[in-house]
């Protein structure tokens, strides 16, 4: 199986580590099954180089889902961070979906969460974005393929002056390359 990822736009963002998954594999069998997952994951991302995650859930009146402090490390041998995130997942009912099915929980959070974003944007604090992750790992699938979001989304994502990242990676097989994996970055 290759993997191919393009980025849509260039911001750093938290990242899956696709070297741990490697599925589980049938006995007696070359084939390796791919635990069936939603092929899209949609999250709120504040990224702040003066403000801590304690007084970016004061200011904007909401917890986050996980973050990171300025300050703290990844690992011990790596340099400190120079900067916080905020994170906030936003996730379907059943636990699966596309992006449409996924809009209702960010417009869920209310449009005071989104005013009070802007106001940390405008006032230089923290950048905002709005995060897809876009896997596709069936090409024949119809419900893996395309992002529609909708002006009501748009307005939300303008109130909180979010920009909008989309990472997608699409896992094909290659046949012609050794071993049958090859990462590849366009």
Known sequence: MCWTAERRRSYPTPRTDHSREQGRQDRGSDERQVPAVSAFRMYLRVVSESLQPEEISRRLGAEPDES??????????????????????????????????????????????????????????????????????????????????????????????????????????????PGGVSPSAP
């Open 68 to 177: 990171t402090s300025i300050g703290s490390r990844r690992r011990p041998q790596l340099p400190p961070r120079s900067h916080s995130t905020w994170i906030r997942r936003a996730d379907a009912p059943e636990g699966r979906g596309r992006p449409e099915d996924l809009e209702p929980a960010v417009l869920g959070w209310g449009t005071d969460l989104a005013t009070a974003l802007g106001r940390l944007a405008d006032a230089g604090e923290a950048s905002v974005f709005l995060e897809i992750v876009q896997e596709i790992r069936d090409l024949d699938d119809p419900q893996q393929k395309g992002i529609a979001l909708s002006a009501d989304l748009m307005s939300w994502l303008g109130a909180a002056r979010a920009s909008l990242d989309i990472d997608q990676y699409v896992y094909h097989e290659c046949g012609d390359e």
